[in-house]
């Protein structure tokens, strides 16, 4: 059943401040349901995004570990990235960087939740999948910008980083947070 949304904010003007690649921003005045005005709403817009569960048919958890300036450190991630103009879906997006920055592939997907990087903010969505039976089809190919350390992990350890604070990424441990409580250590592909 779909609501009417009778909360939906109304745009006065909306203006450009940065279309970068990797920085497009727009300000918005805005006028609340109740009739309040909110004179300079900034808007960041994106292109969807994609990460992946990657579990191989030994059972290990196909991670990252990678620098990331913004916090200046270096953690461990799911495989993650764009969805490219040229891929058709999402999951051929997830399906694309999974072989680039890992070597992986091959096996059994399924889209495993869609969430929302910040919907007060940004208008893209992180489509999260789950790909089981993975198997080492290539070496990685990594774009010049990026430095990332392919490992292979058990879901103790796995379980020992989101519950250490090691997983960083809210995009990346909100589907492993959700991996383990759908199936704990209870599972077998």
Same mark, same amino acid.
């Given at each position: 059943?779909?609501?009417?949304?009778?909360?939906?904010?109304?745009?006065?003007?909306?203006?450009?401040?940065? &279309?970068?690649? $990797? =920085?497009?921003?727009?300000?918005?005045?805005? &006028?609340?349901?109740?009739?309040?005005?909110?004179?300079?709403?900034?808007?960041?817009? %994106?292109?969807? $995004?994609?990460?992946?569960?990657?579990?191989?048919?030994?059972?290990? =958890?196909?991670?990252?570990?990678?620098?990331?300036?913004?916090?200046?450190?270096?953690? %461990?991630?799911?495989?993650?990235?764009?969805?490219?103009?040229?891929?058709?879906?999402?999951?051929?997006?997830?399906?694309?960087?999974?072989?680039?920055?890992?070597? !992986?592939?091959?096996?059994?997907?399924?889209? =495993?939740?869609?969430?929302?990087? #910040?919907?007060?903010?940004?208008? #893209?969505?992180? %489509?999260?999948?789950?790909?089981?039976?993975?198997?080492?089809?290539?070496?990685?190919?990594?774009?010049?910008?990026?430095?990332?350390?392919?490992?292979?992990?058990?879901?103790?350890?796995?379980?020992?980083?989101?519950?250490?604070?090691?997983?960083? &990424?809210?995009?990346?441990?909100?589907?492993?947070?959700?991996?383990?409580?759908? !199936?704990?250590?209870?599972?077998? =592909?």
């Amino acid at each position: 059943m779909k609501e009417k949304d009778d909360m939906a904010w109304k745009v006065l003007s909306s203006q450009y401040i940065s &279309q970068e690649p $990797w =920085f497009t921003v727009r300000k918005e005045k805005v &006028q609340l349901p109740n009739g309040n005005t909110i004179d300079s709403y900034y808007v960041l817009e %994106y292109p969807n $995004w994609v990460n992946v569960i990657a579990i191989t048919k030994d059972e290990k =958890f196909i991670f990252e570990r990678q620098y990331r300036h913004g916090l200046r450190n270096t953690s %461990y991630e799911l495989c993650a990235g764009v969805c490219e103009k040229e891929d058709s879906s999402p999951l051929i997006s997830a399906q694309r960087e999974l072989m680039e920055e890992t070597g !992986y592939g091959k096996g059994e997907w399924e889209e =495993f939740m869609i969430i929302s990087p #910040n919907p007060g903010t940004h208008t #893209n969505l992180t %489509y999260c999948y789950l790909a089981t039976n993975v198997e080492k089809i290539s070496e990685p190919h990594l774009e010049v910008t990026e430095d990332i350390q392919v490992k292979l992990l058990t879901i103790e350890e796995v379980k020992d980083l989101l519950e250490n604070n090691k997983v960083t &990424q809210a995009q990346h441990a909100a589907p492993l947070w959700k991996f383990i409580a759908l !199936y704990g250590g209870n599972w077998h =592909f």
